[in-house]
């Protein structure tokens, strides 16, 4: 069944990044080996979500190989999209997040100052705005087919939060576990489900 305005979205398994407790926006950061079999699990069970008819995916190869193993089971090629890319924080990309939070207060001003912008990095703003002209153009493009879309934790957390609340400072509310999807109407700005990891089950 087709859903005209349905969009599913899905982050990428687990990387080293996220073990580490660092920040890798476009830093092109692997899958653990957990993340490998959580994206297995993802494809291997996707039918339960939804079935995709086309596949956009951030081209880093922790969203790539994710949107592969679910292309895989559907006999689908993965466009690869830059503007689906997480957030950018240029000459910070690496730092943990206790030294942004604890050290140099950087985590805060990332939250709450849409406008803020590391050095050689982007802002929320930024992030908003190249990821949501993403999703719309693939919208106009596929009217009548199910669109997924694999990408990062923070970049879909400032895209459902501007769709959701018209206020990107809420994406930590957002927050997803690896590889777990959630889908979302962009005709009604309805989230229609959140932070599915039905697939890792057992």
């Given amino acids: 069944m087709k859903h005209n305005g349905r969009i599913g979205l899905v982050r990428h398994g687990q990387t080293y990044a996220n073990t580490d407790k660092v920040w890798h926006g476009h830093t092109d950061t692997e899958l ?4 490998k079999q959580q994206a297995r699990r993802l494809g291997r069970h996707f039918h ?3 079935k995709p008819e086309v596949i956009y995916s951030s081209p880093s190869q922790r969203a790539r190989i994710t949107a592969e193993a679910v292309a895989d089971e559907f006999n689908l090629d993965i466009d690869l999209d830059p503007r689906l890319m997480e957030f950018h924080l240029g000459d910070w990309e690496g730092m943990s997040f206790k030294e942004m939070a ?5 985590y805060h001003r990332l939250i709450n100052e849409p406008d803020f912008t590391a050095p050689n990095g982007e802002s929320q703003n930024l992030v908003k705005k190249r990821i949501v002209v993403a999703m719309e153009e693939y919208l106009q493009r596929h009217r009548e087919q199910n669109i997924l879309i694999v990408a990062h934790g923070v970049a879909m957390g400032i895209a459902l939060s501007h769709y959701l609340e018209n206020d990107t400072t809420q994406w930590p509310k957002y927050t997803k576990h690896n590889t777990a999807f959630s889908e979302l109407c962009l005709n009604t700005r309805q989230l229609l489900s959140f932070n599915k990891t039905d697939h890792l089950d057992g």
């Fill in 48 to 50: 339960r979500y939804m």
């Fill in 32 to 35: 653990t080996e957990l993340g």
């Fill in 102 to 106: 604890h050290e140099r207060d950087i």
